[in-house]
């Protein structure tokens, strides 16, 4: 399994485009959710979701905006969309059981959730996810496998029979070397691998695959975060001394803070300078956008915290604060 990647800007910093009032539940809830329904890979007819009795989520995950997220990302319906806030009425519309349940199972994180999710052609999949801040996530098992998807990689998620040998991915499905990790774990009925990838998988390779002996079935599960891993490029600086070193080799060119940043977050998703300024505008236009909602003033009967920031405009306009 992967090491953790050093943080990225847009990932760790800026993000997530969100709503409610907590990134650890609503963000991370809704990004489980979307990442288990490609792992499912079937059209959805029930979910039961179960907090552990003991952790965070499960005494609050309707005020803190949980069950918002996971509702919405198991209907497809995106954060930004306005249909997100009547999600569990979709789901009824639609004919789709969601039920959260809290209950009690192995959990070493404060914040983990098990997932049941069946599909309308009689598939299942259990999955255990946990929140791990800032609307980062980690789905780490599906059907008691150990794996690992944080929504920066691209996967296959491949079931097999016992004795299924995974180099042959390789040599028998026209796979590209050298583009991807393979995590095999084997249980007495089953052997599930993942493949995980900076670049996309094709449903061509899904096929492939899914056409080998002793294969039953290929999830194709795409990447979520708006920064992946794996696409890294020589790092001019990583940390505050290794930034004061680069700094001391400019020859006394100065630079600010913003195209330091800029050129880190380069380094850190192969992406270049004029597409990172057009994704950070974009998330301005969001920002900018939510904070015109606000001021304008919302009311939402389930949250914990309501509306304040038209409050504070409204006594600083009549001269009580300054």
């Known amino acids: 399994m992967k090491a953790k990647s ?19 539940h609503t963000a991370a809830s809704w990004r489980i959710a979307v990442t288990g329904l490609m792992i499912l890979n079937d059209e959805l007819e029930s979910a039961l979701i179960e907090m552990e009795k003991r952790g965070i989520w499960a005494s609050n995950y309707r005020e803190q905006g949980t069950a918002l997220g996971m509702d919405g990302g198991l209907l497809g319906i995106e954060m930004t969309d306005e249909r997100i806030v009547n999600a569990q009425q979709l789901a009824r519309e639609q004919g789709i059981a969601i039920e959260y349940r809290i209950s009690s199972f192995e959990a070493d994180h404060t914040n983990t959730v098990r997932i049941t999710l069946k599909g309308k052609s009689e598939k299942q999949v259990v999955l255990k996810a946990i929140s791990t801040g800032g609307g980062m996530f980690g789905i780490i098992a599906v059907d008691g496998h150990a794996v690992d998807i944080r929504g920066d990689s691209y996967h296959l998620i491949i079931r097999a029979r016992p004795g299924f040998d995974a180099g042959s991915l390789q040599a028998e499905s026209g796979m ?5 990790r393979v995590h095999t774990s084997v249980q007495d009925r089953e052997t599930l691998i993942q493949l995980s990838s900076p670049e996309p998988f094709s449903e061509k390779n899904r096929q492939e695959i899914s056409g080998l002996e002793g294969v039953e079935s290929v999830s194709l599960v795409a990447a979520i975060l708006p920064v992946l ?9 990583t940390d505050l001394p290794s930034l004061m070193e680069f700094a001391s080799d400019t020859g006394g060119k100065e630079y600010t803070l913003g195209e330091l940043g800029l050129m880190y977050e380069s380094n850190r998703s192969g992406l270049g300078e004029e597409e990172l300024k057009a994704r950070m505008l974009t998330l ?39």
Do not use: C
């Not at 590209?176 to 991807?180: D, F, Q, S, V």
């Open 284 to 322: 301005i236009g969001i920002i900018e956008g939510g904070i015109a909602s606000g001021l304008k003033g919302t009311r939402y009967a389930d949250r914990m915290l309501h509306q304040q920031s038209d409050l504070v405009e409204k006594a600083a306009a009549a001269g009580k604060i300054h």
């Open 176 to 180: 590209p070397g050298g583009k991807y």
């Open 6 to 24: 050093l943080p990225s800007i847009l990932n760790d910093v800026i993000g997530p485009v969100m709503r409610g009032p907590s990134s650890s």
């Open 229 to 237: 891993s794996g696409n890294e490029t020589q790092f001019s600086f």
